[in-house]
């Protein structure tokens, strides 16, 4: 074998070696499976890694809520007293922190008046409801409600959610408390209660999530959940109950509406024997269930929706979704080990 | 020679960058295979068999198949497939287990079937009974039911101080075993059965101690489970008298640390050779 030849066939060798990277990357390439999530036309991949944290310079204890401002900014609501606020950029970036006296932070609602944003936050250890400029400025809270005779002291009042409607008047939740819906005028004067513990149509068990349904503009209805009754009871906006919409297995946390869908973090199936059981469900136009992320494809038999649960161990114990332009989900999760939201991208 | 070295140049170049961007996929989205399957949802008419009793499982997940065991041990894909339901007539541990090509399998979920024990006269209480879970009474204990995972079933009783109960079965009987089922629900402060001591009585009056080993179940996170101990007796007798503890003390790790536990029982099944 001259030198020639040789050379050409250790080359050929090597070249062969060479290549073997590059067809076990592309094996490797196939083998990797992004994890979808979801059903029909609401299917994501998962990105855990979105909004992580330095947990010793911003930490977290649960994340309750999380909505996104008028710049497109996500806002997240913990109940962690070092900074109860923690808003990032859509890219997941940190830009600022504020709010130290919040330590049952539980509930955040977006507030856009005259062009400005505000926050509604309910915290059910404080009792109170207290509305800030987005930038943590306080400039109104709400006491338990004492003169409608409802409550025999504050410490019953334990409000979870709030919702506004464009004339300011704003809708306050007692979730953890007696179970009452709150009507107040935008200066916070009350207008009307109605609600209460109860198992009737008009009463809850967990009163947990409020919302302004103004899908129909002409009827603009009040969504809200009784988680622990797995229903989504709709009212007028003077609080006559309408109708509800039951889904079996589900402790639906807050309803969230985007374009004509809603929707919602699911604490927990009903039935499971183990934690970490939640997971996301997404409703219709019409109010039917299309999609669960984490959980059973939704199935209607003679109109009844069967049983929904948990099937993949993702989700720990949702709380709340916020929903961007992009149709992508950002979930914030009570009780997971001080995580920070996850991100799940829209395919 | 030139143009051989450049074709090896690009074909590291190319096989490098395959690998980034495998890589960067990895980073980005979650990957299936990082995730586990829940564990197959399990429905049982009653653990506690008359003539015969049906088990169904589900994981109602596109390509997910359940595999289970009639023995304990822990299922494999190569174990029996569950197709439909299981009808079971003989006592026994049915153990399943949920695979899947894309995700990791699931924990195992378990289910202990008893054979119905036998009828017991009376059943004297020496303690009360808890006011806030008093069950259906102190005959919830020898109704040959079982509770369900949900403690408020009404099937189980919840105490915070050691219960004594004597058990009367009027004719003397060869008592083989007896099973003590219990709940272990730690986020809702219910741990398991600290101690338990059993004297046995002949002619109804006189009782002796019977030693029985002790109980030992530690864990240092939350779990839910349904628990059984089954203590030999093997001794004829009229009257049986049982003891039973709650953790005195909450470990460490949990947020009730050093407060006394629930203890939570549904059922104690008497074993005779005849039932």
Known sequence: MNRRKFLHKSVCVSAGILTLPMYSGAYTFNNHKDLIIGHNSHQYKVDMTWGNLKAEKVPVKDCHEIIQDSKGRIVMLTNHIKNNIIVYDKSGKLMETWGTTYPGAHGLTLSVENGEDFLFITDYERHQIIKTTIDGKEIMTIDYPADTGKYASREEFKPTETTVLKNGDFYVADGYGNQFILHYSHKGELLNVFGGRGTENDQFLNAHGICLDQRDTANPVLLITAREQNKLKRFSLDGNYLSSIEVRGALICRPVIHGNEIYFAVLKSREATHDNSGFLLIMNDKNEVVSCPGATRPIYKNNSLAELYQTIKLFQHPHDVCVDEDDNMYVAQWNSGQTYPIKLTRI | ?275
């Open chain 2, 1 to 275: 020679m030139r143009n051989i070295w450049i074709i090896v140049f690009m074909i590291c170049f190319c096989s490098c960058k395959k690998n980034n961007e495998a890589s960067e996929l990895t980073k980005t989205y979650v990957q299936a295979g990082e995730i586990q399957l829940t564990n197959p949802r399990i429905k049982v008419d009653n653990v506690i068999i008359d003539t015969s009793s049906k088990i169904t499982a589900s994981l109602q997940l596109d390509k997910a198949a359940i595999y289970y065991t009639k023995d304990g041990s822990e299922p494999t894909q190569t174990s029996e497939k569950y197709t439909k339901a299981i009808l079971v007539s003989e006592p026994g541990i049915y153990t399943f287990k949920a695979f899947h090509p894309d995700f990791r399998p699931s924990e195992i979920e378990t289910v202990t079937f008893y054979k119905k024990g036998t009828n017991v006269y009376d059943i004297s209480l020496v303690t009360p009974l808890n006011e806030k879970y008093p069950g259906q009474g102190k005959n919830t204990l020898i109704n040959h039911k079982k509770g369900t995972s949900n403690f408020r079933d009404g099937q189980w009783i919840g105490i915070t101080e050691p219960l004594i109960a004597i058990v009367d079965f009027k004719n003397t009987t060869f008592l083989e075993s007896v099973d003590i089922g219990y709940l272990v629900n730690t986020s809702a402060w219910i741990f398991p059965i600290q101690s338990i001591s059993i004297s046995s009585s002949e002619d109804g009056i006189n009782f002796i101690a019977i030693e029985i080993p002790q109980p030992i179940e530690q864990f240092n996170g939350d779990i839910t489970n349904q628990g059984n101990i089954h203590i030999p007796i093997s001794k004829e007798l009229k009257k049986i008298k049982i003891e039973i503890s709650n953790t005195t003390s909450i470990p460490q790790w949990h947020q009730g640390s050093g407060n006394a536990a629930w203890l939570f029982m549904d059922e104690w099944i008497f074993n005779t050779r005849n039932n």
